[in-house]
């Protein structure tokens, strides 16, 4: 059974903290994904990577940074949480095929302070 | 500015009647839809796809129509069912990108029993 999994389903932190957002995925797949999911305005592709150490900015990387040391692990960093990244952040897979499906993690919903 | 829409925040059907959910998108290359249903505290999952190659795509209740000159695609169920109340987006992805999904804001569905 397809699994991504996200580290944690809430978290609290205060604003210019650094925060650390991981995903795993049991899939073996290459691209992976980070989103945040707003009111209004749907999902919105933060960073996305390839495969090892390859990443890509999405359409609103401000503010944000990515790690993937493993294929299986992409890690959402916060560098200096501020209270507009307040949202709900997605994580998901995909397999590297024209047309493949992306995989959804549950989602952490982020609150900063 | 959104290059997916879906201009229906909400929509309320009875049980057994069609649900019709509507999607907007204004970039001509994209080529591919998909629609992605959300429960809350659940990830996203794929629900369906269309190419562009087809103006129809059908699996049990779920039909997808797509309508490539008016750059409109959409979703119907029939019959609904109070399980189908969800958040539903619209997506789409170009030939040049196809990892790359753009979602629209969603629709959440209720299906009143």
């Known amino acids: 059974d397809v699994k991504v999994t996200q580290s944690s389903r809430y978290l609290v932190k205060r604003t210019g903290e650094k925060v650390f957002l991981e995903c795993v995925q049991d899939m073996d797949h290459e691209n992976m994904f980070w989103y945040r999911q707003d009111p209004g305005l749907g999902l919105r592709l933060i960073y996305f990577s390839y495969d090892v150490k390859m990443k890509e900015k999405g359409d609103i990387p401000e503010g944000y940074s990515v790690s993937r040391e493993k294929k299986e692990r992409f890690s959402l960093i916060l560098e200096s949480a501020s209270t507009n990244q307040t949202s709900m952040y997605l994580c998901?897979?995909?397999?590297?095929?024209?047309?493949?499906?992306?995989?959804f993690g549950p989602g952490t919903r982020l609150t900063v302070t | 500015d959104q290059q997916v829409k879906q201009n229906s925040p909400s929509l309320s059907v009875q049980e057994g009647r069609i649900s019709i959910l509507n999607c907007d998108y204004t970039n001509s290359m994209f080529d591919y839809f998909l629609w992605y249903k959300k429960y809350p505290a659940e990830g996203p999952t794929f629900l369906i796809s269309i190419s562009s190659i087809k103006d129809k795509n059908e699996d049990g209740r779920f039909t997808v129509f797509l309508n490539k000159s008016a750059k409109h695609l959409s979703l119907h169920i029939v019959p609904s069912q109070p399980g189908d109340s969800a958040v539903y987006f619209c997506?789409?992805?170009?030939?040049?990108?196809?990892?790359?999904?753009?979602f629209g804001p969603g629709t959440s569905l209720s299906v009143i029993p």
């Open positions: 997506a789409a992805s170009a030939r040049t990108s196809y990892d790359k999904v753009i």
């Open positions: 998901a897979s995909s397999l590297s095929t024209p047309l493949g499906e992306q995989y």
